[in-house]
Nanobody, 122 residues
Framework: QEQLVESGGGLVQAGNSLRLSCAASGRIFSTYAMGWFRQAPGKEREFVGAISWNGGTTYYAASMKGRSTISRDNAKNTIYLQIDTLKPEDTAVYYC???????????????WGQGTQVTVSS
């Protein structure tokens, strides 16, 4: 059974950086694209970025491009999301997801983690 577990969230000050991790178990991780999404209170879940199965392609939301980096280590079954220059509006629960293709929408992602809370103080 595929399982995704996010970690690395917490309370950080605006302007700082944060790196989230998503550890995957199961046999499909190394062949699946992985995405990061976030959901702020009262808002819909939104796309942050995604990475192809081999790390060769990355795709970011316009609001995150230039200050976020997604990477993966297939030997460790783990993907990472680093966000630099954090802003209070980055406060949200961050989720990782696995799916067959790199996509900027929720639909193609078949597996989801439980999320990790990121709170950015001003």
């Amino acid at each position: 059974q595929e399982q995704l577990v996010e970690s690395g969230g917490g309370l950080v000050q605006a302007g700082n950086s944060l790196r989230l991790s998503c550890a995957a178990s199961g046999r499909i991780f190394s062949t699946y694209a992985m995405g990061w999404f976030r959901q702020a209170p009262g808002k819909e879940r939104e796309f942050v970025g995604a990475i192809s199965w081999n790390g060769g392609t990355t795709y970011y939301a316009a609001s995150m491009k230039g200050r976020s980096t997604i990477s993966r280590d297939n030997a460790k079954n783990t993907i990472y999301l680093q966000i630099d220059t954090l802003k209070p509006e980055d406060t949200a629960v961050y989720y990782c997801a696995a799916g067959p293709v790199v996509a900027g929408t929720l639909g193609p992602y078949a597996y989801w983690g439980q999320g990790t809370q990121v709170t950015v103080s001003s």
